[in-house]
Structures are given as C-alpha cells and as structure tokens.
T-cell receptor, first 114, second 114 residues
Framework: DTGVSQDPRHKITKRGQNVTFRCDPISEHNRLYWYRQTLGQGPEFLTYFQNEAQLEKSRLLSDRFSAERPKGSFSTLEIQRTEQGDSAMYLC????????????FGDGTRLSIL | AQSVTQPDIHITVSEGASLELRCNYSYGATPYLFWYVQSPGQGLQLLLKYFSGDTLVQGIKGFEAEFKRSQSSFNLRKPSVHWSDAAEYFCAVGPSGGSYIPTFGRGTSLIVHP
C-alpha cells in the first residue's frame, strides 16, 4: 500500500489559465473521488469514478471543471479558464468497491490563482 | 438529503484532559459513519468507522466513537489528549442508498494546551 499520490502539491497560476492535476490511487482500489476543500471547511464532493466510468459528475462546480480516468487507474482533474474563486485545496481519495469502505486520501494539490 | 453537523468550530483542551467532539447527522436509514483527522497541509486519515453492530467503535490513536441512533449522533472521544492530537477533525456520512456522494462536516479544530 503506497498510498494515494497527487501531483503537483502546489500550483500557482494566473487567472484565465488552464490547470490539470493528477491523482494516482492505491492500485487495488477501483473507486476514485475528487474533492475541493476551502479554508475552514470540510471536503466538498466534486466527482466520482468506479473504474473508468464517471458515475457522478453533477457536483462539478461548473463546466470549466472536468475529470477523466481513462484506464481505470490514475485520474486527472482539469480546470479551464481559472478564476480567483478556484483557489483551494483539491483532494483525491480512493477506496475499494463497497460503499462501506473508507476512503484513503492523498495530500492534495493546493491551487493559488494570482 | 444527507447532512453532517459539527457544531463546534474550535475546541481547546489541556494535555491529558478528556475530549469529546460532537457530530450529528441527518440520513433516512442507518448510515455509514466515519471520523477522519487532518494535519495542516495533509490529506485526511481515517480514525474509525461505523457500519452496524456494536455502537461503540474503537479506532486508532486511542480514539473511540459511539453511535446513538435516537440522537442521530456519532461523537468522538478520547480519555486523555496528547499534544500531537492537535489537528482538524471531520465527521462524514458515507455514500449509501444508491447515492455515490459522501458528505463531510465542516470540521472541528482541536487546540491542545500544554
């Protein structure tokens, strides 16, 4: 169990630029979640994959946000035309394939928009 | 819709004192309940979980939690707090009942005085 890995740990970019974050889940986990966390708040669910299928994406914050998990392994979260309000910590988590299984979190990517 | 309330934003205790962090949930059936801890700049780590059975669950680092259906609560306790317990604590309701969306509380920040 090497843990959930997220890259990069920090991203600073100018408003209007596109950014992409990567998440490598624990290898035997088929569920993968993306969350956004702002200061003083708990993780806010964004989207969820079961293997390569994106089963829930209604909570993505706008159409500027998209996520992929092309081969059911790693996942990417892309934000297009970034805005000041996108500044946050973006967390990835993975779990085994039952709803009662706990999620294992990565250390997150902190996004700062200048 | 499911929801989680952590009524205390901050809790301050002295090292060696006992601790109780409150969590109330709203859900139509027996929920899957979790407590996570987050240190600054890191992801969330699972402390303990409840699915069914014994309503008092033991977790890592000496923590325990008790599920009380009548009060819709899942409070976290520790008999003697250590300075290293200072962190942010999150209660969560797991995905179930056909929903893929887990819900987190806003968190309680634990401050430990020497």
């Amino acid at each position: 169990d090497t843990g959930v890995s997220q890259d990069p740990r920090h991203k600073i970019t100018k408003r209007g630029q596109n950014v992409t974050f990567r998440c490598d889940p624990i290898s035997e986990h088929n569920r993968l979640y993306w969350y956004r966390q702002t200061l003083g708040q708990g993780p806010e669910f964004l989207t969820y994959f079961q293997n390569e299928a994106q089963l829930e994406k209604s909570r993505l914050l706008s159409d500027r946000f998209s996520a992929e998990r092309p081969k059911g392994s790693f996942s990417t979260l892309e934000i297009q035309r970034t805005e000041q309000g996108d500044s946050a910590m973006y967390l990835c988590a993975s779990s085994r394939g039952s709803s009662n299984q706990p999620q294992h979190f990565g250390d997150g990517t902190r996004l700062s928009i200048l | 819709a499911q929801s989680v309330t952590q009524p205390d934003i901050h809790i301050t205790v002295s090292e060696g004192a006992s601790l109780e962090l409150r969590c109330n949930y709203s859900y139509g059936a027996t929920p899957y309940l979790f407590w996570y801890v987050q240190s600054p700049g890191q992801g969330l780590q699972l402390l303990l979980k409840y699915f069914s059975g014994d309503t008092l669950v033991q977790g890592i680092k000496g923590f325990e939690a008790e599920f009380k259906r009548s009060q819709s609560s899942f409070n976290l306790r520790k008999p003697s707090v250590h300075w290293s317990d200072a962190a942010e604590y999150f209660c969560a309701v797991g995905p179930s009942g056909g929903s893929y969306i887990p819900t987190f509380g806003r968190g309680t920040s634990l401050i430990v005085h020497p």
